[in-house]
């Protein structure tokens, strides 16, 4: 059997100064680490340092799940598929707005996208 542990970390943004927000971020803990999303761009710090915490870090990430292409949960997949060689998933809904961010940005335009955004991530797998 299996054991597996799900680690949940808030991640505060703004997306203005005016508009704050906030997007959780799951980690999948067992022999391997996956995460659920990314958070915004700029997220890995946050995440690398909950890592450490419990004694593990970016090297195990296999594989980075994302829920949907709004910059809020794709901002650091690049980074991670980058420094750990995990895979990224998605949709096939949603892989074009990953792999493409000025696409996404182009169709739907939010304040301060590219800072939250990062920038496009290949999808290796989607499901």
């Known amino acids: 059997m299996i054991e597996m542990k799900v680690h949940q970390i808030k991640i505060d943004f703004n997306v203005t100064e005016q ?3 906030f ?3 799951y980690i999948l803990e067992a022999e391997s680490l996956y995460l659920i999303d ?3 761009y700029g997220s ?3 995440i690398m340092d909950y890592l450490d915490s419990i004694g593990r870090n970016t090297s195990e990430i296999k594989g980075v799940f994302l829920t949907h292409a709004h910059p809020d949960h794709i901002g650091s ?12 998933y998605a949709s096939e809904g949603e892989r074009l707005w990953i792999e493409d961010i000025d696409l996404q940005f182009k169709e739907r335009p939010i304040p301060n996208f590219y800072n939250l955004a990062g920038k496009s991530s290949k ?3 989607v499901v």
Request: aromatic letters at 14%.
């Open 19 to 21: 508009i704050k927000r």
């Open 23 to 25: 997007v959780y971020v």
């Open 38 to 40: 990314s958070g915004v």
């Open 44 to 46: 890995e710090t946050k």
């Open 77 to 88: 997949a690049a980074w991670f598929r980058e420094h750990s060689g995990c895979k990224i």
């Open 123 to 125: 999808v290796d797998f």
